[in-house]
């Protein structure tokens, strides 16, 4: 099945600079790849996503990008503020071979600090 | 109505009692599926329905977990015997279309948080 690694597992940066946490998968199969954000005791919310068909995908402060060939994916942070402050989880989905639906795989998840 | 829901939203079970988790989708989502997360760790996967259909259940640790949907919207996630491996967060998410084509988010909802003593 798929694996998803991710890292760091903790990033602490100065208000106003950037982050990049990065992952990668193992299954060449894999063609969406979500990010997202959780709060301490909240549910994950999705913050942006890719599909494999697009290298790069950038919504205001946030951008993704992905390299198929080396099957690894990066969520960018720029201008970061203290409420970025959360755990983002990367994930990939892996299609089921009885359904259509796509469960997703995760990684392990990355503590952002932003120190204001 | 607002996002998925899922109650309770913490249960504290004593090992070898029996639990039941409920999880409400956002009305009209066809997919719904079911995860646990550890602590420190990434949701991991569990089982998933499509409507009333449980099309994978691969992701279930023991034959003590068990998911039902009947009646494709409500689903309930129920754990016999509890043992203190299966205390963490369990997570239910919910997407709107189920096809090949599609790439439908899923949404989360709080989670419900068991600790079994």
């Known amino acids: 099945g798929e694996n998803v690694e991710q890292h760091p597992s903790t990033l602490s940066v100065q208000e106003g600079d950037s982050a990049v946490i990065k992952c990668t998968y193992s299954?060449?199969?894999?063609?969406?790849f979500p990010w997202y954000k959780q709060e301490l005791g909240k549910r994950p919310q999705l913050i942006i996503d890719?599909?494999?068909?697009?290298g790069e995908k950038k919504d205001q402060r946030i951008a993704v990008t992905l390299n198929k060939t080396a099957k690894h994916f990066s969520l960018h942070i720029t201008e970061t503020q203290p409420e970025d402050s959360a755990v983002y989880f990367c994930?990939?989905?892996?299609?089921?071979?009885?359904?259509?639906?796509?469960?997703?795989?995760f990684g392990s998840g990355t503590q952002l600090t932003v120190l204001p | 109505g607002a996002g998925v829901s899922q109650s309770p939203r913490y249960k504290v079970a004593k090992r070898g009692q029996d639990v039941a988790l409920r999880c409400d989708p956002i009305?009209?989502?066809?997919?719904l599926f079911w995860y646990q997360q550890a602590l420190g760790q990434g949701p991991e996967f569990l089982t998933y329905?499509?409507?009333?259909?449980?099309?994978?259940k691969s992701g279930l640790p023991s034959d003590r977990f068990f998911a039902e949907r009947p009646e494709g919207s409500v689903s309930t996630l129920k754990i016999q015997r509890t043992q203190k491996e299966d205390s963490a967060v369990y997570l239910c998410?919910?997407?709107?279309?189920?096809?090949?084509?599609?790439?439908?988010?899923?949404?989360f909802g709080p989670g419900t948080r068991l600790t079994v003593l």
């Open positions: 994930a990939a989905s892996l299609r089921i071979s009885s359904g259509s639906a796509r469960q997703l795989t």
């Open positions: 890719i599909r494999s068909n697009v």
């Open positions: 009305s009209g989502h066809v997919s």
């Open positions: 998410a919910s997407s709107l279309i189920q096809g090949l084509a599609n790439f439908n988010e899923q949404f």
């Open positions: 299954d060449s199969a894999s063609n969406y």
């Open positions: 329905f499509q409507n009333e259909a449980q099309l994978d």
